[in-house]
Nanobody
Framework: HVQLVESGGGSAQAGGSLRLSCAASGYTYNRNCMAWFRQAPGKEREGVSRITSGGGKTYYADSVKGRFTASRDNAGNTLFLQMNSLKSDDTARYYC???????WGMGTQVTVS
């Protein structure tokens, strides 16, 4: 079955960096578009980034454009999100998703202070 496991979250100071990972298994990873979403307490879930199956195209929410970079390692079935110049507004639980967003991981918490 499809399994997505996020890691790399934690606490960071404003202006700092974190790198999230999403390990995928149970499906043909390199044929699927993948995405990062986040949800802060009391707010709706929002899309952060999307990356095509081959990794050739990436899309970002305006709020993270220029600060976050999504990438994928198709050999290792892993999705990444490099987050730089973190802001307190980036505090949220971050999730990876695939399969037209039918499949989700449990998320990893990012806290920026």
């Amino acid at each position: 079955h499809v399994q997505l496991v996020e890691s790399g979250g934690g606490s960071a100071q404003a202006g700092g960096s974190l790198r999230l990972s999403c390990a995928a298994s149970g499906y043909t990873y390199n044929r699927n578009c993948m995405a990062w979403f986040r949800q802060a307490p009391g707010k709706e879930r929002e899309g952060v980034s999307r990356i095509t199956s081959g990794g050739g195209k990436t899309y970002y929410a305006d709020s993270v454009k220029g600060r976050f970079t999504a990438s994928r390692d198709n050999a290792g079935n892993t999705l990444f999100l490099q987050m730089n110049s973190l802001k307190s507004d980036d505090t949220a639980r971050y999730y990876c998703a695939t399969g037209a967003w039918s499949y989700w991981g449990m998320g990893t918490q990012v806290t920026v202070s």
